[in-house]
């Protein structure tokens, strides 16, 4: 996942590790890769990766379409660091995606795993398609983890994982772990559908071949765990950690050779607007 608007409660000013996330850098690469590759623009001018992260998928567009103005939008200085890090005819904007503007009319907005951390996608789908210059495209890709056993254990051990079953961390950081930001994919389709002359909505589940001891939890940790982390204290952390990881063992063994299997599910929405 990569790190755009973060508005869960306790999470907006949660920091996110580079190293962490790139552990597992081609299972992450593969969706956005293959949401890059339906996107059916020849030569599209001004281009924006809305949840940029590191980069790899923005610089992949600026050599795909050497033409365009390709700019890169992430809230994480930490990512955009890392990003800048390696040269690239890419532009790193600094902005939240809730209250981001574009500077220019796109001719294509993507974002690989961002949208699902910002709040209201009744009225950013639509918003962001609006913007688009005639003929231009969104594309988008979520993950669908709410029913995954590893988020739900993660929220079931925020309700009972204390001693003698008590909560840990804030009613707050409960609550906002607790709701499922993405939508269904028919609402997108219903949202999307008066304003694209081609609408393509799929899902995709990727069973993941994790190396390493508790794959699972390293895998939560640069991404969906974040806010939790950074939501407890020290103790609780600890607390937290020792029973999560558990009850992951248990959800997801090890398996020969020292791999998990991790199955895990992807929407993916690619709406191209109406041309001139």
Known sequence: MTSGSVHQGGVAGTRWDTTQYLRFADHRLRPALELLDRIALESPGVVYDLGCGTGSVARLMAERWPGARVSGVDNSPQMLATAAATPARVRWVEADIERWQPEQAPDLIY?????????????????????????????????????????????????????????????????????????PAALYYDLLSGLATNLDIWETEY?????????????????????VLHGLDERERALFLTEYTRRLRNAYPLRAGGRTLYPFRRLFIVATVAGR
């Open 111 to 183: 974002s690989n795993a961002t949208l699902h951390w910002v709040d209201g996608h009744r009225q950013l789908f639509p918003r962001l398609a609006g913007w688009l210059n005639p003929g231009g495209c969104l594309a988008v890709q979520m993950p669908l983890s709410w029913s995954t056993p590893s988020h739900v254990l993660m929220r079931a051990t925020l309700a009972d994982g204390g001693p003698n079953g008590a909560p840990l961390g804030s009613a707050a950081l409960r609550q906002s772990m607790d709701r499922d930001w993405v939508e």
């Open 207 to 227: 069973l993941q071949i994790l190396e390493g001891e508790d794959a699972v939890l390293e895998w939560v940790k640069s991404t969906g765990l974040r806010p």
